[in-house]
């Protein structure tokens, strides 16, 4: 399974940026895929995840700013961001945790966003 992660770029203090991540291969149906970041000399964080299920999870940080969603038969994974801050500046890693016979986590390259103020 390889994670294609599009969208990055530069944007404006309070405008908005859509990041999309798409899982290539075979994937547990039963998965959670989401976005981590990392801003330099920071620990990597959550962002945002969703489960198969329907069920999702956001970093504090986000405070209604961010919605995530997904397309299970394209095995896509979305992030739209709204509200952005210079300090949401950051390389936004997607990730999928598989869940088969074991589980597996899989991480993409990473697409830069950069917020100017």
């Known amino acids: 399974v390889q994670l294609q992660a599009s969208g990055g770029g530069l944007v404006q203090a309070g405008g908005s940026l859509g990041l999309s991540c798409a899982a290539s291969g075979s994937i547990s149906s039963r998965n959670v895929m989401g976005w981590y970041r990392q801003a330099p000399g920071k620990q990597r964080e959550l962002v945002a995840t969703?489960?198969?299920?329907?069920?999702?999870t956001y970093g504090s940080f986000v405070k209604g700013r961010f919605t995530i969603s997904r397309d299970n038969a394209k095995n896509t994974v979305y992030l739209q961001m709204s509200s952005l801050k210079p300090e949401d500046t950051a390389v936004y890693y997607c990730?999928?945790?598989?869940?088969?016979?074991?589980?597996?986590?899989?991480w993409g390259q990473g697409t830069l966003v950069t917020v100017s103020s």
């Open positions: 990730n999928a945790v598989a869940y088969d016979l074991g589980v597996t986590n899989y």
């Open positions: 969703s489960t198969s299920g329907g069920g999702t």
